[in-house]
């Protein structure tokens, strides 16, 4: 098992669940993070420390939301890891708002 960042991450990148991250399972680029499946020792913690409730244990994603399992296994492969905490994109806290958070 894994957890998996979803689409609820474009646009903000709030970086939070880097912080509380004890094995450094997060990837990012220019618009969202990424978890490295093969990393993520499926703590949790990460799930409430995301302030848009873009992550989701593999197990409980939607239907419609399970390809986001291989988008994340894809893009760890392409992108830096991430230690620490980043400011949120331009336009987070709007994006935050619309995602009714």
């Not at 957890?3 to 939070?16: L, M, S």
């Not at 989701?56 to 419609?64: G, Q, S, W």
């Not at 992108?79 to 958070?101: F, M, S, Y």
Request: with cysteine; aromatic share 6%.
């Amino acid at each position: 098992m894994t957890h998996v960042v979803t689409d609820n991450c474009k646009g903000c990148r709030y970086t939070e669940c880097v912080t509380v991250c004890p094995v450094e399972c997060f990837h990012l680029d220019g618009t969202m993070t990424y978890i490295d499946p093969e990393n993520c020792i499926d703590c949790g913690g990460c799930v409430p420390a995301c302030p848009v409730g873009a992550i989701e244990p593999d197990y409980r994603l939607a239907a419609d939301k399970k390809f986001w399992i291989a988008i994340n296994r894809k893009r760890v492969a392409e992108t830096p890891v991430i230690t620490a905490r980043l400011p949120p994109l331009p336009g987070a806290d709007e994006r935050k708002l619309a995602l009714g958070r």
